[in-house]
């Protein structure tokens, strides 16, 4: 057994009430990597122009804030659309388009935001409360959204005047201020919305330093300077693209020759190397993120259609479900998969948070012997065959081959499936799987990290999972303000999970992104977004 790798950071999460925020702690800790989240343009001397070329190791899914479940559409649209708030490098909470935190009535059940005026979207259509009004009903009440169960029980969202929205609720929801820091606070053009409807994202229009150019399938996405933003004077470059580049050692040979000035999800196989090239800048930062199996336990219509039940062991016994998790020896995979970079994952509650307790980032033993017992309890033979598909990238690929060989101990039989990421996206959408490889980015309120995923009906529990015990948990604690119970909840909400096992966590990443020293204002935070929005070229020192 290999050591262990050490904790990376010591994280305290935002406490996310609907009023307030506070930053995410860091205490005191011995970290294996420094973190390094990149530097703001600032007063550094740049030159105006120029194509930033990122390397993008996956192609994105469609460019629409409500439908889009792609970590990679986040990056493209931090660069044309705006959100209502934003996340900064220490977890704070911050105005975008609003113009200050929401205020919240003493029931908890209306929520007031007041937005910007006098800016306009990049078709220059005029920003005001009833477009922010429009996107949010779009986002909550679109049949395709992916928004719906991040947004809490609304009962209506209405314009007061040109400068406030006001969302009203069935039930407080504690996470919206978090959940509009995302994609379901991007807003976009209401006369886009009306020309192109659900092939809105084929041109998607809203308001952000860049502007959507053009878009070719599996190679590239090009935005441009959009004058009409109100901060335009901080936008330094005349285009970003956006060029897919599925290999890690393809982005890391394009950075190193320049074609490319960023590229985003570094391979820790590449990382070392990397970091020592004075022409180029390793940035790091600690992730919100996990990685890990969806099982397919009755999502056979779609997601969020009524779960069926599925005529497999494994779909049908949790004791199987259970075996698999206790065949994998997270620790040992993650050391030598990726070179002491990444940490084993338990759960959704990132440790050492505000919101970790003994509960919630308990781990399963590696125990195949017992894994071996449930097997045998759930009259299953062994061995016991698993189709996983998995995005057909290196790293994901070494270690579902790593996965493979370890489990075979418990009484496993893996099936391995390449798979393109973005047909990923979508057989985990239709149901038509039986395991794959998925994560998630991760998000700043543990309800963005959990409730999406495992609320029964959610549009995103892809799994087909149904427990009126979590789904109480969760309300209770998306109800609440008060940290202490929130975490308390959480913890309870994992023991659940973990003995149901729709979903087996397996790892976290660190974020690595690497860019040339010749550009600057490259930025990435936590929340696992590369921001280029204000990015440039340095001045020539000669």
Known sequence: MLVRLARLFGLGMVAVTLASCAALQYPDHTATHADDFGTPVGSQSVRTGGDLVMGLSAEPDRLDPTTSSSLYTRYVMSSICEKLYDNDASGNLVPQLATALPAVSPDGLTVTIPVRTGIKFADGTPFDAVAVQTSLQRHFSLKTSQRTSEMGPIAGIEANGAAEVVIHYKKPFAPITAALADRAGMIMSPAELTKAGDNFGDHPVCVGPFKFVARVPQTSIVVERDPLYYDAAQVHLDT?????????????????????????????????????????????????????????????????????????????????????????????????????????????????????????????????????????????KTPYRVRLQVQNTQDQLRYAQALQADIAAGGFELDIVPTEYSTLLDVQKRGTYEALMLGWSGRIDPDGNISRFMTTGSGGNYSGYSSPALDDLLGQAARTTDTARRADLYGRAVQIIQKDNPYIYTYRERLLTVHSTKVTGIETYPDGVVRVGKAAFLMDKG
Request: hydrophobic letters at 40%.
């Open 240 to 380: 970003v693209t956006y060029r897919i580049m599925t290999e890690a050692n393809i982005r890391a040979a394009n950075l190193r020759s320049g074609d490319i000035q960023v590229a985003d999800t570094i391979s820790p196989q590449d990382a070392d190397a990397l970091e020592k090239d004075s022409s180029l800048r390793l940035l790091q930062s600690r992730g919100l993120n996990f990685r890990g199996l969806y099982l397919n336990i009755g999502n056979v219509d779609g997601v969020g259609k009524p779960a069926k039940p599925i005529d497999t062991p494994l779909a049908k016994d949790a004791r199987v479900r259970e075996a698999l998790s206790l065949s994998i020896d997270r620790n040992t995979l993650v050391d030598t998969v990726f070179n002491n970079w990444f940490e084993a994952a338990c759960s959704p509650i990132v440790p050492r948070s505000t919101y970790a307790t003994p509960a919630g980032i308990a781990c399963p033993a590696y125990d195949p012997q017992r894994a071996r017992q449930l097997l045998a309890e759930a009259g299953v």
